[in-house]
């Protein structure tokens, strides 16, 4: 039996996957912080990026800059894991056999796992895990499948190496958003295709999941972080004249049968919804249990903003890794 349970705008945000359609969900809407109103307000006050212009270097030096975790007993250190260049975030208490490889953001041609190391502090602490931080390679210079192949390959270093050198990992996992958010999907059906041992589960955050810009959302959404103008230029560098339709960089046309357990976060306002459902769906068609949510007010990546709702999601996704662990065989 498929076990999808898509929670669309409303309260309940830790239930249990089973099947379900959206008319047998809570009817109570979520309410919106105080807090998220005012960030949105702000946000709003300046165009999102990429509104009137597409500047590469500005957004890589952005996406770049090294954010230290604000509790400083978190552990951090780095790694290479083989070519790949990688961080460890271990927050006090978490079980350094159980690791989560988190695949950062940046539209396939920036960022660093340097400006994630709060939130990958957070989900270390919610979750009880150590988490991976990769620099994978980006666009233009490596274009696809360049970043994909060195997912796969930090998570087959991962399960073999921990943050106290070379142990086996207990129980795995892959998250990532946007751009992660897509390399997630991505590397769950490399990682199957390639006969490799696949995660207990994967944990898309607002992911990109198709190149051939079918999504309504992209149409229909004014983002107040970024600019749907922004993504063909996103796969002109990434995919050059690849086939947009190939599974591993628009992984809505997946075949998604043999994989784990997916949990789906995006926000209400943000270009990429509905290619988080459009994916959830497809996931869910195939056999997959899907527990997909869209978040009232919410923006991009809204697990990163410090808001309270972020660490509601967080905690969110530290209940779910837990489910798909006691699951796993």
């Known amino acids: 039996m498929k076990q999808c349970l898509f929670l669309l705008l409303v309260a309940l945000p830790a239930c249990e996957p089973r099947t379900a359609k959206e008319a047998d969900c809570p009817k109570e809407p979520r309410k919106v912080s105080p807090e998220a ?61 159980v690791r989560l490889l988190y695949i950062h953001g940046g539209g396939f041609v920036s960022g660093s796992g340097a400006h994630y190391l709060p939130m990958a502090a957070q989900i270390s602490a919610a979750a009880k895990c150590a988490v991976l931080l990769p ?36 129980t795995a996992f892959v998250a990532g958003d946007s751009a992660g958010g897509g390399l997630t999907l991505s590397t769950l059906l490399a990682l199957r295709d390639r006969k490799h041992p696949r995660p207990a589960a994967g944990i898309p955050l607002s992911p990109v999941t198709d190149f051939t ?36 960089a628009s992984p809505v046309f997946g075949d998604y049968r043999g994989l784990p357990p997916l949990l789906f976060l995006t926000g209400e306002l943000e270009m990429l919804r509905d290619d988080s459902a459009r994916a959830a769906r497809k996931a869910c068609a195939d056999g997959v249990p899907v527990t997909l949510e869209i978040w009232p007010g919410m923006v991009h990546v809204f697990p990163s903003r410090d808001l309270p709702e972020s660490r509601e999601a967080i905690e969110l996704m530290a209940v779910f890794m837990a489910k798909a662990a006691a699951r796993k065989p």
């Open 37 to 97: 109103l005012a960030y949105l307000e702000n946000r709003r006050k300046t165009p999102p990026f990429g509104d009137s212009s597409f500047d590469l270097d500005s957004l890589r030096r952005g996406m770049k800059s090294r954010n230290e975790p604000k509790d400083k007993s978190v552990k951090l250190k780095t790694v290479d894991a083989g070519a790949i260049p990688c961080e460890w975030v271990v927050a006090p208490g978490a079980d350094p056999a």
């Open 135 to 170: 620099d994978y390679r980006l666009a233009p210079e490596h274009p696809f499948p360049a970043g994909l192949n060195d997912c796969v390959d930090a998570y087959l270093w991962m399960l073999k190496n921990g943050p106290d050198g070379k142990a086996a990992a207990t």
């Open 213 to 248: 810009f079918a999504s309504d959302s992209l149409k229909t959404i004014v983002d107040p972080i970024i600019s749907a103008k922004t993504m063909p230029e996103f796969r002109k560098l990434y995919l050059g004249d690849k086939d947009p339709r190939d599974p591993l």
